[in-house]
């Protein structure tokens, strides 16, 4: 009865440890960023090094925070809209009330409206995009493939 016990714990953790458990808090997050024009060496020193082509072919450098603001862990729901001419969708999600005030202080900062914040998903970053107003409950994030949209309406619905 005890090894029945026992490989019953091991089972159940190991399902509750699967990487699809926690691929959508892993590969979606939010990282506060600056052009590297804008890189003020001293203020910045421990951020990562980012090379992202714009939608016209343009390189841009950008400084961006090791440690996310937020991630898909941060988000209640989501509405997507239909896939876009480039394959993407648009997406806007809710946040929970951590990220809210989160984000509702980093966007007081006015300084902060202007300067971009780069969305990831895994390995990927795929845009760097500016707050032109406070963050209130939610955000809208561009970009996204469908698949992508998919593991994290996913990822929302079951957790």
């Not at 950008?62 to 729901?77: D, E, R």
């Not at 990831?120 to 032109?132: A, E, H, I, Y």
């Amino acid at each position: 009865m005890k090894s029945l016990t026992l490989l019953f714990i091991v089972f159940s953790t190991l399902a509750a440890c699967t990487e699809t458990s926690t691929s959508a808090v892993d590969h979606i997050q939010i990282h506060e960023a600056r052009l590297l024009a804008d890189f003020d060496g001293k203020s910045f020193s421990d951020w990562d090094t980012i090379y992202a082509q714009t939608e016209g072919g343009q390189l841009n450098t950008y400084a961006v925070s090791k440690k996310p603001l937020i991630t898909a862990w941060n988000f209640l729901a989501l509405n997507a809209s239909p896939v876009q001419a480039d394959d993407t969708q648009i997406i806007t999600v809710r946040l929970n009330s951590f990220a809210e005030k989160k984000m509702q202080d980093f966007s007081s900062i006015r300084g902060n409206l202007k300067v971009p914040l780069g969305l990831r998903s895994g390995k990927r970053w795929v845009n760097f995009f500016p707050l032109l107003n406070p963050v209130t409950d939610r955000m809208t994030l561009r970009g996204l493939n469908e698949s992508e949209v998919t593991s994290l309406q996913n990822y929302i619905d079951n957790r």
